[in-house]
């Protein structure tokens, strides 16, 4: 079956970085989504991966290893502001979006 | 541009009602996908329109139908109201619904839906 695994909370103090993991199995694969959802608000694109390797986009960055079935998103110089939840999704041979649960993160002062 | 808009925004039906939601997609955008989210849950697939047509179809009963108009706006319906129906249904747009490469799906603030 197809299954996207990622861990249900974090929690990390201001100014810190943080490295979110998502594990997938698609049917295939497309490539991986990360989105960023604010609570009460719409997700929002951070980032796709499609190949192998390290994306970065200013303070936020993401990996692909396709071999492993894996992911994460990193974030540098935590602000407040990044206290959301991060959804994983990977895309499969259908271009059908997997979505992991979401991981809600907990910033600190 | 103006983003993907949903409405209503919040709506509240008793069991066996029916309910129909409607999103307009950014001008431009030819697919619009729509998803139901509940907590603890990741975002659950309806389907997909393309052109009026149904491209995707996720794993929820025949309850759960939609349709898309010649203007790319589309609506979704749920007749018969379950207690869990409840949740937030968040649609999407995208130019292609093929986000290859450069791509994404733009999100609009969802209907949150409670069922009594």
């Known amino acids: 079956g197809q299954n996207i695994d990622q861990p249900t909370e974090m929690t990390a103090t201001e100014g810190a970085i943080v490295q979110i993991n998502c594990t997938y199995q698609?049917?295939?694969?497309?490539?991986l989504f990360w989105y960023q959802q604010h609570a009460g608000e719409a997700p929002t694109f951070l980032s796709y991966?499609?190949l192998d390797g390290l994306e970065e986009k200013g303070r936020f960055s993401s990996f692909l290893s396709r071999s492993k079935g894996y992911s994460y998103l990193l974030l540098k110089e935590l602000q407040m502001k990044d206290s959301a939840s991060y959804l994983c999704?990977?895309?499969?041979?259908?271009?059908?979006?997997?979505w992991g649960a979401g991981t809600k993160l907990i910033i600190k002062p | 541009k103006a983003g993907v808009t949903q409405t209503p925004r919040y709506l509240i039906k008793t069991r066996g009602q029916q309910v129909t939601l409607s999103c307009s997609p950014i001008?431009?955008?030819?697919?619009v996908s729509w998803y139901q989210q509940t907590p603890g849950q990741g975002l659950q697939f309806l389907f997909e329109?393309?052109?009026?047509?149904?491209?995707n179809k996720g794993n929820f009963p025949g309850r759960f139908s939609g349709r898309q108009f010649s203007n790319s706006r589309s609506e979704m319906n749920v007749s018969t109201l379950e207690l869990g129906d409840s949740a937030l249904y968040l649609c999407?747009?995208?130019?292609?619904?093929?986000?290859?490469?450069?791509?994404?799906?733009?999100f609009g603030e969802g209907s949150r839906l409670t069922v009594l």
């Open positions: 999704a990977g895309m499969d041979s259908n271009y059908q979006l997997i």
């Open positions: 329109y393309f052109s009026e047509t149904q491209r």
């Open positions: 001008s431009g955008h030819r697919s």
């Open positions: 991966n499609v």
């Open positions: 999407a747009s995208s130019w292609s619904g093929r986000p290859l490469g450069t791509g994404e799906l733009f």
């Open positions: 698609t049917s295939g694969f497309n490539g």
